[in-house]
């Protein structure tokens, strides 16, 4: 008797729920191709700074892979419920991303309403939108986190846990955004939080867009940096032995804008990361040819623990031949500087590729990026730090379906 009631309830449960959910919906993104990088790292006892080409079959070098669900529900009086679930993972291998988190894209439930939009979980923060919009993370994917200082930017996307998010509701083309991640840290607010705050105005044509970020130290739990910025890297200025928990380790700031006239869409974004913490810096300046180490382990490393201060220029154009063929272009350069050296770094990379849609889910691309470095390690496009040399070549044919 008593499973029964437990097994009625249960569907009585399930069966609400469904009449409730006015909208439910069911997507996902899968984006694979074959990818041709040269010149990475393949240091062994005889050669330290050692190089070689690779062919691979890649997953997201467009845009990552992913699957989710979301949905509304109507409470009445302008107001709604929404959730949203989304996890990523690798096409090529099936492996899931995000450390293996099944969700670990985005998982926030919230209210929406004449208020504007409040949402609680793990999600990305305002300067994702901001890139998006206008940087060249839209056209060329992972191809340009090398040179956007490693990604230190935000520009392919980091995510914080504990999060609320607050979004004004759009008027006349404006929203605005404040963004707080707690560090859950008993008797330290600071300690290991983030906060941000964005604002975009979109209206016809032209776009303007502008959001900021920082984050405190966490604490380190079994090699685990605990704050809430899931893009605070150890390698990096957030390393808790740089600092004292409660710390600001990292503020960045993106600005970008676009202009569409006709079949032309021009777009250009500038960002700036600062690491207040950073430290060992060499006390010489750096020649290329006398580098002894790989990008990541030495000093004059792109995002590295010494690299404090950089800014990013990224530039481009798109062009429309029809409604099925689009040619996209970027030049992107960004600039360091290094704790403890008068040398600055500085990394200048081109993008050409094009984009053809079989329908509105399916398209092919193909693009080609050529990136290098002066008086600084070289992060590499793709697939790992290029050694010794100071350039890299990158070539992708890729399939994106979205459902």
């Not at 993104?29 to 700074?49: C, E, F, H, M, Q």
């Not at 605005?176 to 008993?186: D, K, W």
């Not at 700036?272 to 300046?285: F, M």
Request: proline fraction near 3%; charge should be positive.
């Amino acid at each position: 008797m008593r499973k029964t009631i437990v097994v009625m309830s249960v569907l009585g449960t399930c069966t609400y729920a469904a009449h409730a959910q006015t909208n439910v919906t069911v997507y996902g993104l899968l984006d694979s191709g074959v990818a041709y990088v040269n010149k990475i790292a393949t240091p062994g006892p005889a050669n330290a700074r050692g190089t070689g080409s690779r062919f691979s079959v890649d997953s997201g070098d467009l845009q990552q892979s992913r699957f989710g669900f979301k949905g509304t529900e109507d409470l009445g009086g302008g107001m709604k419920a929404l959730f949203n679930l989304e996890g990523g993972f690798s096409v090529d291998t099936g492996a899931s991303g995000q450390g293996g988190l099944t969700f670990g894209r985005t998982s926030v439930v919230g209210l929406s309403g004449d208020f504007g939009t409040v949402q609680l979980g793990r999600r990305k923060d305002f300067i994702d939108e901001v890139a998006t919009y206008y940087s060249s993370v839209y056209d060329f994917g992972v191809f340009i986190n090398g040179i956007h200082d490693n990604n230190l930017d935000r520009v392919g996307g980091n995510r914080a846990n504990n999060q609320i998010r607050y979004d004004t509701p759009l008027f006349k083309g404006l929203v605005l955004n404040a963004t707080y991640g707690f560090g859950e840290t008993a008797g330290s607010t600071s300690t290991g939080q983030s906060l941000g705050l964005g604002a975009n105005y979109a209206n016809g044509p032209f776009g303007i867009g502008f959001g900021y970020w920082q984050s405190e130290l966490g604490t380190l739990a079994g090699g685990v940096n605990t704050s809430s910025d899931q893009g605070a890297s150890l390698g990096a200025g957030c390393t808790p032995s740089f600092g004292h928990p409660g710390d600001t380790c990292i503020k960045t700031w993106m600005l970008g804008s676009s202009y569409k006239a006709g079949p032309w869409r021009f777009f250009g974004a500038w960002s700036k990361v600062l690491q207040p913490l950073a430290t060992n810096g060499g006390s010489t300046a750096p020649l290329v040819s006398k580098f002894s180490g790989t990008a990541g382990l030495s000093p004059f490393t792109a995002g590295g623990s010494n690299n404090n201060s950089t800014n990013v220029f990224d530039l481009g154009v798109n062009y429309s031949i029809s409604d099925s063929l689009r040619l996209v272009g970027s030049v992107l350069q960004s600039r360091y500087n290094f704790v403890g050296s008068n040398t600055k770094g500085r990394l200048t990379q081109v993008n050409l590729g094009l984009d053809y849609a079989f329908s509105k889910r399916t398209d092919l691309y193909s693009y080609v990026a050529n990136l290098r470095a002066a008086d600084m390690y070289n992060p590499g496009i793709t697939g790992g730090a290029p050694g010794a040399a100071n350039a890299q070549t990158a070539f992708t044919v890729g399939l994106r379906h979205k459902f």
